[in-house]
Every structure is written in structure tokens, then in C-alpha cells.
């Protein structure tokens, strides 16, 4: 980061402008709805996704994977798979442990309480989760091998498994790792324990709720694949892959098998959304990698969506107690959170530490003077969790809303003038959970979003409809901790004045492609149709982190922005050589450089980039027109916003209609308008999705029942409500363009939202809670209560 980033861009909160949409008709492209230019290719099917990659003989590796949620696997006989005709291979754990490849995914082990034996790529000797790798046939095409995955014969012997991370703590709960006899990986504490109790004691009233945070499958459109190929003569591996971070996953291949990074080529194409579940590195890739080595033969893993379900890696699972202390007045004197977090049957990466962090946002909006957030991370027999949309702020967000929506109801509070007597109004503010805002105006934000949505005549209607539908209304005012981490961006103009900018971030649907080009378009005063943008291939961009937790506007964004002014200004001191003058002198307007106090002559940037690589380049400057960037965000931008649903509620059958759904939100500076737009209803699409129809249901025995589309209900398009945008900017001090991320907005505003609206709905029948997902058979249960 540059020294005078951090003090950064004025801070004052403005009302956004309208984006306009033609990067010709703009004087500035920072700021404007520019069009994105990615979906031509992704809507015409000319994008190139990992599955549509074909190499000369080319072989499919298929999994065989664990029926059993929980057992021991006493044998694996692959006698006749491996005899049936078109296999090239079958591999176990017994073929990697008799190998030099150390086969075992790394998995972060900070602050954990236990010893783990790690992930390995197969199953050892225990299987741990239904859909556990235990084997992989390679073979000629998918068909062959998946008809030899089916003759490999795996005896298990059949063991207790528990899928609730209450139970798994109970004493006759089985165990799934020695070194955790309980099931619980790590404990933490965050905030203040004895100020918390000596707080909720003390307040005039205290108000108390159960919360279950559903169990999440990520749907992306294209499941997880990975095609790798083995240079036995380079000694080299490349493995392209459905990636959202491919520096992250070569530096986690190369631990799972034992090569150096400087062996492994990473590449991500287009990738069809992403969501958290591409961040994390699965056996699949590793499996494919470990075969295109011992066969030769460039060998493809597409998942099926199926597998995806089983195996893939699910998201949220917590189950919270939290109580709220609030005094006559208003004010929020304390809050209470209890967690326990399901974390599956292994650690993926840096998954087991989530619940240990995700209390840091439990403040929200509010001036709250004490906190005290405990959790605990519990293995179960169930998939392994792993980063969803928000990844750990959806949950921190919707226990701290739920909580103020529920304090409201009891004591008899407007819900907006609730929130409104607590919202922290100074910044920088540290809350009591160590989390420190770097700027915003969240009343105003919430005047915004309660304008628009007509808040007054929302909660003036009748509590029925003519229909007798219960009407409501609910808030969700949130924050969101958004970047975080290094990350590279390269500008590169060639000879003929055209630019390529790379960065280590990835794109798979957020439009990194249109919005770097519009920075570097401002930045350096060349034309957007000028600028190329590359991301994803780790032999071609530098090292860097990847996408995730909204951070690539931020830090790839002031990376490229970075090395664009760095490139500007090499660029100047050219043109003041071949302008014969002083560097100082030269002025660079519309493309054009010139010094009108030394000559008429002007020269274009496509003059000056010739120069650099050839017969122009002065004494004592370096030949080229480039610069690398490793932009550092020392602190983190806190986006916020508040969402206001609108909800109806038949209680004959329980269906729940979002009629109005409003979405205020700042995310700083915004580049694209639009984009940022679109990221939001994406957003409020999945929040909706868990809010109403989302949840991962297991077994006792530990098989998963919702393992398709037919039983795990994903929301179609009318399902989802007509989301109705609005902004506010604040830009944050903490980087030089003033941004904050939005790629997780809607899916941390939407569920707290939607629950207060239908919890509000329901209050004349004097239910005050009902856990999501809201689904019709949930609700009408609930109302069916009311009627005994
Ligand atoms: N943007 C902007 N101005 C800002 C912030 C963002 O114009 N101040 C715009 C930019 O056009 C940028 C986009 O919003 O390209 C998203 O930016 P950012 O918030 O920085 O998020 P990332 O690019 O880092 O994307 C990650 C985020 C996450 S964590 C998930 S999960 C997610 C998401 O984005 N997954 C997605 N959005 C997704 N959208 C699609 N279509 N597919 C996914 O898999």
C-alpha cells in the first residue's frame, strides 16, 4: 500500500449517481454501468470452461466413493475393475502410500485443540462422510470408468455416525478422531466475558433466542473439474481447473504431492460461478494430478452434480443461543452468542479456524458496549464445510439482527428506531469484538433504504390482507468485512500502445475483465477497447491470492491502479525525451502527451510505447513499459447497507410472498455501478435461497437426503423477488480508489431480512421465531401451533 493511502479518500457519504453505460461517451470510466465484457463469450457458448478441454488421448478418472457415512473399510478389491476393458488404472490409498506422493490435502491446524491425521486423497482405513473418495478408476472415456468404479468392492464394516454437532459432543456420541474424543476441533472466545455477564445482569431487559444457521449446498452451474497433464520430459505439471484462486491451489497441490511450485502450471479458465466452494483445494484435483503422472496420459475429473452435493463441500451449519441485553431506553447494553459450528468430517484448508473468527462481525451496525461470542468447531459425519457466499458474515450478521429484530418485538420498538438509537455514528470505530470500521454513515443508509421501501406505510398496514394474509415488514442493516491480503497486478503496454493487465485474482462471473479495464483506462488515458485483462494462469500472472471475501476490487483493483499510474508516468518521461523536454513540462490529456511551452510536436501513447521498446529510450532509463504492483491491504473496508423485505404470509398453507424487497447498499466508490447492482441481486437471490428453501438435510445414519436439485430446493427465478437497488457512497480511507467489496452483500442482508418480515408477520399469532428455512410445510407448522 502506498503511504498516502492511508489516509486515503474524504470520507463523506454521498447519494449515488445514476451509471450511465457507453465507455465512449464518458470522461471518466471509473463510475460508470459500462456493459460487461465478458458475456459475449460466456452467453454464446464460446467461453472455455474445464470440461470443454480436450487433450490427445485424454482419459476420465472416476471416484469410488463411500456409501457408508461412517466405517471401517476392511478391504478394497479392484481385481475386476482393472481387468475390464479400456481401464488404464486404479489407485487407493495403499498405491499412494506406497509412492513418494504424500497424498494428504493440507489443512490449517492453527488454534486447534486436537491432533488430526489431515484429508487424505483417498480413504485410509476409515471413511468418515458419505461420498469419500475410497478409490479412482482412470480409463479411456467416463463411460469405462464409472462401469469399473461400480466393480471395485469395498467391505466396510459399518460404525455409529452423528450428524448434529450438539449431539456429537454428548457423551455416548461416536468418535470420529482419536485426538479429538469429543469431536471438537477448536474452541475460541472473542470479546469480553465478564464485562458481557456484569452488562446483561445489569440491563433493564434481556431477551434470549435459538437460532439454526441451515446447511448450505453451493450450486454453482458448473461443478468442480480438473484436467492434469504430466511433461514427463520438462518434469512439469499442469492442471487446469474450476479455481477461484490458482496460486492458492498451486501452492496446495504442491504440498498434496510432494512437487515444487516451480513444477506445476495452475490454470483456471472461465469457471461458471464459484461461491467459496472453488477456493478450497479437493481430492479430485489431486486424484487427477497423481494419475497424469503414473499413466502419462493427460487425465480429465468432471464432477457430477451429484458429487458435487455429496462431496463437494457445504456451507454454514451453525447452531446458535444468543441473548441481547437492552435497557428501557433503547440502548443496546451487551450481547451473548453461543455457537456451535458443524465442520463436517475434515478440515479443507483454513475451514476449521471459520468459526473461531466469524463473532468478529457480531456487532453489526451497533455502538455495543460488550460482547462475548464462544464457539465451538465439531467434526460430525457429515461433508466437510467450507466457505459459502459471506462465509461465516452471513451467520454473525443474522444472529445480531435476529437478536435486535426480537428485542424490538418484546419491548414494543419501531425495529428501524431501534437500530437507529444504536448505530455507531463516529469512525474509525473499534467494536467490542475487535473488528475496526473504517467508515460509513449507517443513518443515513438506513433512512435511505426505509424511504424507499415507504418503511412508515409498510408498518401502518392492517396485520391481514384481504386474502387474510398476514402482513410484515423486516430490516437487516448490516456490515461486511470485505479484502484482505497481497495481491498482484501488472500493466503492460506493447509497442503498438495497446496494454495487457494481469492480475492474480480470478474472475468467474464478478466482471473483473470490464472493471480492471476501467480503472486502467482512467488511470493511463488509453482507450478501454485498448486494454486486454488476464487473470488465472500461474505461469503468466505473478503470484497472487485470488478471489474471495470481496477483496478483488479492492486489492487487485489498487494493484492494477498502481502499476497503471506507475506505467503513466515512465510513459511521460519517454515523451519528455523524445519531445526534447523536461519531464515536468509534459502534460498527458485525451492520449496525448505534449510540452506546449518547448515544441508543437505532441506524441500518442502508442508513439511513446514504441519508443520504450526501441531506439527511444533515454541514458539512464530502463528499456519497456511495464510495472508489477503487490498491493497490501493493511485494513480492512467495512461495506454496509441496510435491506427491507416486505412480506405476505397464508397461514392455510404457510407460503411466504416477498411483494417488496429494497436494497441500500455502500460499498464505497463503486467502479461499475451496475456490476455492483448485479453482485447484489445474485446476493439477495442465494440470501433468499437459504432464507426460504435452502438446507442440507441428513440422516441419523449420516446419508445425506437431499443429495439432487429434485429434494435440495434451489430458488428459481420467480421465486426470487424483484430486488429494488439503492446506494450510498462512503469511500473508504483505507486504499487509494475509496472502494469496498459487494460480492456477499445480498447473501449476508437477505436472510436476516426476510426472517424479521415473516417473524413480524406472525406476531399477532404470538410466534416470535421460526428457523429457516421458511418453507411452507415450516411455517404453516408453526401457525398450526398457535391453533392447538
Ligand atoms: N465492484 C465495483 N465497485 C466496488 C466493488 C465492486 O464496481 N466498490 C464490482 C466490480 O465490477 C467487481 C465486482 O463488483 O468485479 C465484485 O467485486 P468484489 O466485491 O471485489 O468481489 P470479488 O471480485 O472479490 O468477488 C468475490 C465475491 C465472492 S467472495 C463470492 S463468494 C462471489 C461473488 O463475489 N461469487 C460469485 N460474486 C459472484 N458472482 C458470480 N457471478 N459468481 C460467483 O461465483
Keep these: 500500500m502506498t503511504d498516502d493511502a492511508r489516509t486515503g479518500p474524504p470520507t463523506e457519504t454521498t447519494a449515488a449517481d445514476d451509471p450511465g ?84 490435502l493440507p489443512v490449517s491446524t492453527h488454534g486447534l485443540d486436537c491432533d488430526l491425521p489431515g484429508h487424505p486423497v483417498f480413504a485410509r482405513d476409515r471413511v468418515r462422510y458419505q461420498g469419500q473418495p475410497v478409490a479412482a478408476v482412470v480409463a479411456e472415456d467416463r463411460y ?87 511433461d514427463a520430459g520438462d518434469g512439469r ?88 441485553g437492552v435497557d428501557d431506553d433503547g440502548t443496546i447494553r451487551a450481547l451473548r452468542v453461543e455457537t456451535d459450528a458443524n465442520v463436517g468430517a475434515y478440515g479443507l484448508g483454513g475451514s476449521l479456524g471459520m468459526p473461531g473468527w466469524y463473532g468478529s462481525l457480531l456487532s453489526s451496525q451497533y455502538a455495543v458496549p460488550a460482547i462475548f461470542c464462544e464457539t465451538r468447531a465439531v467434526f460430525t459425519n457429515t461433508t466437510p464445510i467450507h466457505s459459502y457466499r459471506g462465509a461465516g458474515r452471513p451467520e454473525a450478521v443474522y444472529v445480531a439482527e435476529r437478536l435486535v429484530g426480537a428485542a424490538a418485538r418484546e419491548l414494543g420498538f419501531d425495529p428501524a428506531e431501534l437500530r437507529r438509537r444504536n448505530q455507531i455514528a463516529e469512525f474509525p470505530h473499534e467494536t467490542a469484538v475487535g473488528a475496526t470500521y473504517d467508515s ?85 488515458g488509453v482507450d478501454y477497447d485498448d486494454i486486454d485483462v488476464r487473470e488465472g494462469d500461474s505461469d503468466a500472472v505473478p503470484q497472487g491470492t485470488g478471489t474471495f471475501g470481496s477483496r478483488s476490487t479492492i486489492t487487485g483493483g489498487n494493484a492494477v491502479a498502481e502499476s497503471a499510474r506507475a506505467v503513466r508516468e515512465k510513459a511521460r518521461a519517454f515523451a519528455a525525451n523524445l519531445l526534447d523536454a523536461p519531464a515536468d513540462a509534459v502534460t498527458y490529456d485525451d492520449g496525448e502527451f505534449a510540452a506546449p511551452d518547448h515544441t508543437d510536436e505532441t506524441r500518442t501513447f502508442a508513439d511513446v510505447a514504441e519508443a520504450a521498446y ?100 434451489v430458488p428459481r427465478s420467480f421465486h426470487v423477488p424483484e430486488v429494488e437497488t439503492e446506494a450510498t457512497v462512503t469511500p473508504s480511507p483505507t486504499n487509494d480508489l475509496g472502494v469496498k467489496g459487494i460480492g456477499e452483500a445480498g447473501t449476508i442482508a437477505a436472510p436476516p431480512a426476510v ?10 399469532l404470538g410466534i416470535g421465531h421460526v428457523d429457516m428455512p421458511l418453507t411452507g410445510e415450516r411455517v404453516r407448522a408453526a401457525v398450526r401451533e398457535t391453533e392447538e
Excluded at 468485512?481 to 509497442?495: C, D, I, N, Y
Aim: aromatic share 6%; charged share 25%; with cysteine.
Design 144 to 230: 469405462r470408468a464409472r462401469d469399473a468404479a461400480d466393480a471395485v468392492e469395498v467391505t466396510y464394516d459399518e460404525r455409529d455416525a452423528v450428524v448434529d454437532q450438539r449431539e456429537a459432543q454428548g457423551s455416548d456420541a461416536p468418535t470420529l478422531y482419536d485426538g479429538a474424543p469429543d469431536n471438537v476441533a477448536a474452541t475460541s472466545e472473542l470479546g469480553d466475558r465478564e464485562a458481557t455477564d456484569a452488562a446483561l445482569a445489569d440491563a433493564d431487559h434481556t431477551v434470549e433466542i435459538d437460532l439454526t444457521n441451515n446447511r448450505l449446498i453451493p450450486n454453482a452451474l458448473e461443478p468442480r473439474a480438473a484436467v492434469a497433464r504430466w
Design 440 to 524: 460509513g454513515d449507517y443513518e443515513l443508509g438506513l433512512d435511505e433504504a426505509l424511504d424507499a421501501a415507504g418503511w412508515a406505510d409498510l408498518r401502518d398496514r392492517p396485520d391481514r390482507d384481504d386474502d387474510g394474509r398476514y402482513l410484515g415488514v423486516g430490516l437487516a442493516c448490516y456490515v461486511e468485512s470485505t479484502g484482505g491480503g497481497m495481491e498482484s497486478g501488472v500493466v503492460r503496454a506493447h509497442p503498438d500502445g495497446t496494454v495487457t493487465v494481469s492480475a492474480g485474482t480470478h474472475s468467474h462471473g464478478q466482471g473483473h475483465g470490464t472493471t480492471y479495464a476501467q480503472i486502467v483506462a482512467d488511470e493511463l
Design 614 to 713: 526501441g531506439w527511444g529510450v533515454p541514458d539512464g532509463m530502463d528499456p519497456g513499459l511495464e510495472a508489477t504492483t503487490f498491493f497490501e491491504q493493511d485494513e480492512t473496508a467495512y461495506t454496509f447497507g441496510t435491506h427491507v423485505a416486505a412480506v405476505a404470509v397464508d397461514p392455510e398453507t404457510g407460503a411466504v410472498d416477498i411483494e417488496r424487497y429494497v436494497a441500500l447498499d455502500d460499498c464505497g466508490e463503486r467502479i461499475n455501478p451496475t456490476i455492483v447492482e448485479g453482485q447484489v441481486e445474485g446476493g439477495v437471490a442465494q440470501g433468499v435461497g437459504q432464507a426460504r428453501y435452502e438446507a442440507a438435510v441428513y440422516a441419523d445414519d449420516g446419508r445425506l437426503e437431499t443429495d439432487s436439485m429434485l429434494d435440495y430446493a
Design 237 to 324: 505439471l499442469t492442471v487446469e481447473l474450476t479455481s477461484q484462486s490458482p496460486h492458492g491451489h498451486r501452492g496446495k497441490l504442491s504440498t498434496t504431492l510432494g512437487l515444487p511450485e516451480s513444477d506445476i502450471r495452475v490454470v483456471a479458465p472461465s469457471v461458471g460461478g464459484g461461491f467459496g466452494h472453488k477456493g478450497h483445494h479437493h481430492p479430485g484435483e489431486a486424484a487427477a494430478a497423481v494419475a497424469a503422472m503414473d499413466t502419462g496420459r493427460p487425465v480429465k475429473w468432471t464432477a457430477t452434480r451429484s458429487e458435487n452435493y455429496l462431496a463437494g463441500a457445504h456451507g454454514r451449519d451453525h447452531r446458535t443461543t444468543a441473548e441481547i
Design 21 to 104: 453505460d457507453d465507455p465512449d461517451d464518458a470522461e471518466r470510466l471509473v463510475g460508470e454501468g459500462v456493459d460487461r465484457r465478458e458475456d459475449a463469450a460466456l452467453l454464446t457458448g464460446n467461453a472455455t470452461f474445464t470440461d470443454d478441454i480436450d487433450h490427445p488421448d485424454l482419459a476420465s478418472l472416476t471416484f469410488v466413493r463411500s456409501d457408508a457415512a461412517h466405517a471401517t473399510v476392511e478391504a478394497v478389491d479392484t481385481d475386476a475393475a482393472e481387468s475390464m476393458e479400456g481401464v488404464l488404472a486404479v489407485y487407493t490409498w495403499a498405491d499412494v502410500a506406497a509412492s513418494e506422493i504424500p497424498g494428504v
Design 755 to 764: 426472517v424479521n418480515a415473516v417473524c413480524d408477520a406472525l406476531d399477532p
